[in-house]
């Protein structure tokens, strides 16, 4: 496969302010994280809230400003030259979780779909009617023809994010981010919408970064992983590899915390016991080592990512069994 998107040594740091006083923290959200994309791949990032991973979707994009850091697309590094922003964000297109929130809901359904064509000044009213008929076929949103005419608020909430994967589609474009674009939906219609986002990713060849906490998902739809801990990613391979067989104590312990629907497994022993945080500074050394329990002295150096099996890298130095 080609290499379609590189993300080099990316960082983004915040400032938090108290209200009262001068006393100020700094958030390392996304702290020197460096991955691939192939043509034709999906690669999911994982982790918990507030690991960093919409953040890494929005500096792609470059809805805000990365402070170091490169993006390549196609070869070329994206600037904020207008031309460069103009070739990321007809190509890249972004699926939000919120189905609710991430349209407009005084625009009709044609409106909403055709308005990434309108953007770029593409096809005249026709060709842009045309274009939004023919992605709401696309995603099984039926009659097209009345759908264009309705409100948002007219549909329900898989009928609105299958608008946002449509939208999504107008421009054909060739990497969609999309993020935890299942996770507001009925469990009834997860499945469904995992299986049209499969569909169309293989008919149109298209890449996509698959942002999640749900690891379930994640190996239904996704082919590598990369998995995410305070800014930084702690392991990264294939998907059946990292989610078989974990390198990292993270890794292992979002498995453990899987829902098992068997009863019986309820009370199934965990084989990671996270210790309760101790009063250390998370950004020096392994950013885990406050929770892991197999904490050892060297892991106030911080780990590497490291080869630890075929394609497979995981940053600890610890090695599981």
Known sequence: MNEILKVEHLKKYFTKKRIFGSISTTVKAVDDVSFFLDKGEVFVLAGESGSGKSTIAKLILKSIEADSGKIIFENHEINNEAKNLERIRMNCQMIHQDPYDS??????????????????NIGNKKDRLKRVIEV???????????????????????????????????????????????????VS???????????????????????????????????RIGILYMGKIVEMGPINQVLVNPKHPYTQALIDAISEPDPENLHKVKKIRINEPTDVDVYQG????????????????????????????????????
């Open 189 to 223: 219609i997860r499945a469904e919408m995992l299986e049209l986002m499969t569909e169309l990713q293989k008919k149109y060849n298209i890449s996509f970064i698959y942002i999640t906490h749900d690891l379930a998902t994640a190996r239904y739809f996704g082919q």
């Open 103 to 120: 349209i407009n809901p005084r625009m009709r359904i044609e409106g909403i779909v055709s308005e990434p064509l309108e953007i770029h």
């Open 136 to 186: 709401l076929h696309e995603v099984k949103l039926e009659p097209a023809e009345e759908i264009i005419k309705k409100y948002p608020h007219m549909l329900s909430g898989g009928q609105r994010q299958r608008v946002v994967l449509a939208r999504a589609l107008t421009l054909k474009p060739k990497i969609i981010l999309a993020d935890e674009p299942v996770s507001m939906l009925d």
């Open 286 to 321: 392994c950013r885990f080592r406050a929770k892991c329990p197999y904490v050892i002295e060297k892991c106030k150096i911080e780990p590497k990512l490291e080869t630890v099996g075929d394609k497979h890298l995981s940053a600890c130095h610890i090695e599981l069994d």
